[in-house]
T-cell receptor
Framework: LAKTTQPISMDSYEGQEVNITCSHN???????ITWYQQFPSQGPRFIIQ???TKVTNEVASLFIPADRKSSTLSLPRVSLSDTAVYYC????????????FGSGTRLLVRP | GAGVSQSPSNKVTEKGKDVELRCDPI?????LYWYRQSLGQGLEFLIY????????KSGLPSDRFSAERTGGSVSTLTIQRTQQEDSAVYLC??????????????FGEGSRLTVL
């Protein structure tokens, strides 16, 4: 089964760049890497998805090395509203394509 | 509707009672997922439906849990003889699905279950 490992928590300050790394040693060839953000009392929300190298959208960048055994979510110039839990998600090794969420990283952005 | 709809948003029940939680996925989404999230914890996978294929039930914690998806759309998660440890937020998500790809999941707001 695919398994992800993330830091439990991170602290940052407004305006700083935040990088959250996820390890996924058993990622399968056809699996994509997806990151989600979750605020309290809400369902998770999609942030970004990638397969390899680098992906950038209006809110974040995703860096994936050639071996794809890890990925790094980069949030530029965070604000207080970025305080949330961030989940790294990869496709499961089984053919059923079951999705397994990691433990999540609780990001706290301070003024 | 525009998004994934779940009902009820809150459910308080007594230990031993059965409960049903409903999920209306986004129209046209073939994949549907149920997750459970206990207070302060991550998401725990429960079950996955993809089109007309047999569901992946490997995440269901016990035989008291079951789920159906009728007509490839609406899904119902049923918990029989509820226990206090079943108290959690039950989240439903849907996606376009597709073999070999982790598609973007669209989550509902969840159903908060409290078992007294």
């Amino acid at each position: 089964l695919a398994k992800t490992t993330q830091p439990i928590s991170m602290d940052s300050y407004e305006g700083q760049e935040v990088n959250i790394t996820c390890s996924h040693n058993n990622i399968a060839t056809n699996d994509y890497i997806t990151w989600y953000q979750q605020f309290p009392s809400q369902g998770p929300r999609f942030i970004i998805q990638g397969y390899k190298t680098k992906v950038t959208n209006e809110v974040a960048s995703l860096f994936i090395p050639a071996d794809r055994k890890s990925s790094t979510l980069s949030l530029p110039r965070v604000s207080l509203s970025d305080t949330a839990v961030y989940y790294c998600l990869v496709g499961d090794m089984d053919s059923s394509y079951k999705l397994i969420f990691g433990s999540g990283t609780r990001l706290l952005v301070r003024p | 509707g525009a998004g994934v709809s779940q009902s009820p948003s809150n459910k308080v029940t007594e230990k031993g009672k059965d409960v049903e939680l409903r999920c209306d996925p986004i129209s046209g989404h073939t994949a549907l997922y149920w997750y459970r999230q206990s207070l302060g914890q991550g998401l725990e996978f429960l079950i996955y439906f993809q089109g007309n294929s047999a569901p992946d039930k490997s995440g269901l914690p016990s035989d008291r849990f079951s789920a159906e998806r009728t007509g490839g759309s609406v899904s119902t998660l049923t918990i029989q003889r509820t226990q206090q440890e079943d108290s959690a937020v039950y989240l439903c998500a849907s996606s376009l699905g597709g073999q070999g790809m982790t598609g973007e999941l669209f989550f509902g707001e969840g159903s908060r279950l409290t078992v007294l």
